[in-house]
């Protein structure tokens, strides 16, 4: 009996979800099934032009794991593309990362997905000396946050 596969981390969840050929009715349409994790590791190696280790890193998956997601997800598109196939993309096992923010002024915590951009002030007082912090509460090590200030 295999292990239960583990959680992927994604950043990003899209809004769209479906994407069709363009003059063909969807009841005539088989669709390809396109987890988000799988859509993630595109969106890392295609779009975002990171090397597999990098990717590998941010999903939490060792190198070959991201090797295979990525590759099953190429083969989805092109499957596709190629033969006039529906994408949904739905499922899979993954786990949204959080980003966690604290302000300096007044001291409000709040949390956002990371496919959000965060606020450039204190969704509270309106300040804009703003802390991201680790998910237990510890400075965020980065070297774009310094001295509570996003540069």
């Not at 994790?37 to 890392?44: G, P, Q």
């Not at 949204?96 to 949390?111: D, N």
Request: charged content about 30%.
């Amino acid at each position: 009996m295999s292990r239960p596969p583990k959680c992927r981390r994604v950043e990003f969840v899209p809004q769209l979800t479906y994407f069709k050929p363009a003059g063909v009715p969807i009841r005539d349409l088989t669709e390809v099934n396109l987890t988000i994790e799988e859509l993630e590791a595109i969106r890392l190696k295609d779009l975002k032009g990171l090397e597999q280790e990098a990717c590998a890193e941010k999903m939490g998956v060792s190198r070959p794991t991201y090797h295979r997601i990525l590759t099953s997800a190429r083969q989805k598109v092109a499957e596709a593309l190629i033969k006039g196939k529906a994408i949904k993309v739905e499922g899979g096992n993954f786990q949204v990362v959080i980003k966690y923010f604290r302000c300096l002024k007044c001291g409000h915590q709040w949390e956002e997905k990371c496919d959000h951009r965060p606020e450039s002030s204190c969704p509270t007082c309106d300040a804009a000396e703003i802390l991201r912090l680790n998910s237990d509460g510890s400075l965020f090590n980065c070297r774009r946050w310094k001295e509570g200030r996003r540069i």
